[in-house]
């Protein structure tokens, strides 16, 4: 039966599971940076090391899970840097003492220089790259790119479950009701886009470089929605930095694929989704106990209210004009 929670996942049962896939471990191990996983670095007896990924309870299905390897998979085979998990006789997916894990090869890098026009050049024909592949087929079993999910339901779960403090109830309902409809709006001037598999979480932390290029170490959002999604995360500053940024990125992606120029409607759009859905991201795993060390920031009342001011400048700027490249 599988597990509902982490609480018995101790660094015992995380050595037997690597070791239980054949593995001879040192017993060394290190907790990597991720909040929704489980994710540890495993020393080898013979001095290497693999990462094992333990998926959150109840949070993917096998299915889903599946088409995230899949694709991680098909990506290699066309010989894009990405990640993809280890197989063993064919299979991706493990379980061990319930709970569901995953094994990649460890490997390093830095972050991109998005000030850099090269590194943003060789971002674009990267990201166009794992688009070409992603136009094959849609996932089945994963998320898409829409306003519900990504800011509807965010905002009522944070209002109905008592996350919003006294004081900004009525600030944050109007302001979220003003920011869904311009969201909307946004969408309905974008006008039909191609949805494509994705990357989905396209930001410099998920993605490592080194002397051959860049390379992405996670998948794990992996969604279907337009191809300006694996974009906007990479752009930042003011209007004019920010078109420069969109144009090496263009000049790059270009080379190998078109991204229809009709998707620059939807910048602002997915970035205010992406803070709202964040939030509630937040507010949904805050009985895990690993979020309050990790985020002790969050739910104050400080918090809360620069939320508020930060959603205030994203409806401004949802009335600005699309940028222009």
Known sequence: ?????????????????????????????LALNSYENRVYRIELEEGDALVAKFYRPGRWSNAAIGE????????????????????????????????????????????PDLESRDDLNWMGRFIARIHNVGRAS????????????????????????????????????????????????????????????????????????TDDGPHFVDLDDCCNGPAIQDMWMLLSGERQEMTEQLCDLLEGYEEFATLELNELNLIEALRSLRMMHYAAWLARRWQDPAFPLAFPWFNTDQYWEQHVLELREQLSRLHEPVLVV
């Not at 597990?3 to 690597?18: G, H, N």
């Not at 997916?93 to 709970?99: D, N, R, S, T």
């Not at 006294?166 to 886009?193: M, S």
Request: charged share 25%; with cysteine; proline share 4%.
């Open 1 to 29: 039966m599988l597990k509902q929670d982490y609480t018995d996942l101790m660094p015992e049962t995380i050595l037997a599971a690597v070791e239980f896939l054949g593995y001879e471990t040192s017993g060394r191990m």
């Open 68 to 111: 995230e390897h899949k694709f991680a998979l098909e990506l290699v085979e066309q010989e894009i840097p990405v990640v993809a998990p280890i197989l063993k006789d064919g299979v991706s997916l493990f379980e061990y003492a319930g709970y569901r894990f995953s094994i990649y090869p460890l490997r390093g890098g830095r972050w």
């Open 138 to 209: 849609l996932f089945k079993h994963r998320h898409k790119i829409e306003v519900n999910r990504m800011g509807n339901e965010p905002a009522a779960y944070l209002q109905e479950q008592g996350f919003i403090p006294a004081h900004l109830e009525v600030a944050y309902q109007t302001l979220a009701d003003d920011l869904l409809k311009e969201i909307q709006a946004a969408f309905d001037r974008c006008g039909n886009f191609e949805s494509i598999r994705l990357h989905g979480d396209c930001h410099r932390s998920n993605v490592l470089w």
